[in-house]
């Protein structure tokens, strides 16, 4: 684990996915990496929709940036935890694993794992603080992939 935050910049971008939630359900996930606090850290602005609803049901908005300490922290605003701040925990390589508490006393755990060139695993669950682990954990695991924009053939190409 490390406080430069280098290694995510290739991350920068927009990723999208469909993946499970709680109890199965399909998901569709858009997540934008972006630069942030004057370059000192990166920005996630997170989106997850019921595919069969057709509904957007979870947003949330994160700034990452190592604090004057050194440990990198994640301050956020999620549309159902409310206001956040997660640390980054021990992990390998190309992995952003960030956990900590909400102020509804809820234990937030959530990783981007780089699987491959333009392929990021998200994952994510919850539960009450004190509550331990629970097979049934409201939870989500989505593969995301990079999106890139449209090229359209030109006349004669």
Do not use: C
Not at 21 to 48: C, D, K, N
Not at 51 to 57: C, D, G, P, Q, S
Not at 75 to 90: D, F, K, Y
Not at 113 to 132: N, T
């Amino acid at each position: 684990m490390s406080n430069d935050l280098r290694g995510y910049l290739p991350w920068v971008g927009v990723w999208t996915g469909i993946g499970e939630a709680q109890a199965g359900m399909s998901t569709l996930v858009r997540t934008e990496v972006f630069y942030a606090a004057a370059g000192q850290g990166i920005g996630f602005h997170f989106e997850a929709f019921d595919t069969e609803a057709r509904n957007l049901y979870h947003g949330v908005r994160a700034v990452v940036v190592p604090a004057p300490s050194g440990v990198v922290r994640a301050v956020a605003w999620s549309s159902i935890h409310g206001p956040l701040i997660l640390e980054q925990t021990p992990d390998d390589e190309g992995v952003l694993a960030l956990a900590g508490e909400s102020r509804a006393g809820n234990h937030i755990s959530v990783t981007f794992v780089e699987e491959g060139p333009d392929e990021l695993l998200f994952a994510a669950f919850w539960r009450p603080q004190h509550g331990g682990a629970k097979p049934d954990a409201p939870s989500m695991s989505i593969p995301l992939r990079r999106v890139t924009p449209l090229q359209v053939p030109m006349p004669g190409s």
